[in-house]
């Protein structure tokens, strides 16, 4: 593993924030290039098929993401140093999701050869992925063909994400009427989103996930005002929604509307919950092995694939976004034998 450890190295050292990946592309592809094996590319993405591909086998995507955050404003170490001190190496996208994409590299290589393999192979390392932008994994879906299963590479200590919540987020506005402050005059917006925010604190979904939990309402941010002795005629605020599989994205917004005084809008239906059978057979191998399954409270590509997946990988989603991430080089090691496990023994 010394030389796809050295590739993350370089990729930690080569800032890759979203939609500026084109140089940690560029790593991705000079190792592909230095195996002889041939890749395609679109925008800063670049997959590749297995070399005995044959048609009418089951397809298996391997796939993670090579963009960054920007780091956090309290590191106290160099966010591109990729210090490796003993077993830890510390740098800005090492956990999320540098180890998985380099571990699934290295699986994808090792299996790569194998004339016998009873499913396809492709691996792809997209881009955009932090921001779920429409140049990432949304861009290449049409171009894989058809996908039977896909291992999504995210921290999750190496057991499955069968499950993950969607991702909406909602713009609200509070409509009042200006006035003076020292009189009593106008109609306070900032009041009125007040008491719609109280509605969303209030406010459950009936149904819950087993696996997933509740949908989760989470107001971040709120606007209002731009002079002291002046009753605000607008107030605006965000929602942040975490749907369980119960209810589209489309869904919870309506709820959401009807709920509220305050005009919403959402910025985008796309990243609703997604999920994979329990009886499904790459969940199945995993329990084989002795790996626990649980439904994740993030997102990922998984929210743009139609078709089965589960989210596994090295590291700890708890150390994704925050200062002096970091990940085990044991935890690179480990990852690699239990995806090689999981894949020598599937049956799709």
């Not at 297995?50 to 780091?71: F, M």
């Not at 989470?218 to 749907?243: E, K, L, M, W």
Request: aromatic fraction near 8%; include cysteine; charged fraction near 20%.
């Amino acid at each position: 593993m010394k030389e796809y450890i050295q590739l993350l190295r370089q990729m930690i050292q080569t800032p890759s924030i979203s939609r500026e990946e084109d140089a940690v592309a560029a790593l991705v592809r000079n190792l592909l290039s230095a195996k002889g094996i041939p890749f395609m590319v679109k925008n800063n993405n670049t997959w590749a098929k297995n070399a005995y591909w044959q048609e009418g086998k089951p397809v298996v995507l391997l796939n993670s993401h090579i963009d960054t955050v920007k780091p956090a404003n309290n590191w106290t170490k160099d966010p591109f140093g990729a210090e490796l001190e003993g077993d830890k190496l510390t740098g800005l996208g090492s956990n999320d999701a540098g180890a998985s994409l380099v571990t699934l590299m290295a699986v994808f290589i090792r299996l790569n050869e194998q004339v016998d393999l009873p499913f396809n192979l492709i691996y792809a390392a997209s881009a955009e992925e932090e921001i779920s932008g429409a140049n990432g994994m949304e861009s290449l879906i049409g171009e894989f063909g058809p996908v039977d299963l896909a291992l999504v590479g995210e921290p999750t200590q190496m057991q499955m994400a069968i499950a993950e919540k969607g991702l909406m987020v909602l713009d609200c506005t509070a409509h009042g009427k200006a006035g003076h402050a020292a009189r009593n005059e106008g109609e306070n917006a900032l009041y009125k989103a007040i008491d719609d925010i109280q509605r969303i604190r209030d406010y459950q979904f009936e149904n819950v996930s087993e696996v997933l939990g509740a949908v989760k309402l989470s107001v971040t941010q709120i606007n209002a005002g731009y002079q002291h002795n002046v009753v605000p005629d607008t107030c605006t605020f965000v929602v942040d929604v975490r749907t369980n599989e119960h209810y589209s994205n489309q869904q919870a917004f309506e709820i959401i509307s009807q709920l509220l005084n305050s005009e919403v809008k959402a910025r985008s239906f796309k990243l609703n919950s997604s999920g994979i059978p329990v009886s499904h057979p790459i969940v199945k191998r995993g329990l084989e092995l002795g790996l626990s399954y649980y439904g994740s409270p993030t997102t990922s590509d998984q929210a743009v694939m139609p078709f089965p997946s589960i989210k596994i990988g090295p590291g700890d989603s708890a150390r994704s976004h925050t200062a002096d991430e970091y990940i085990l080089l044991s935890e690179i090691e480990q990852g690699f034998q239990i995806y090689l496990n999981l894949l020598e023994g599937l049956e799709l």
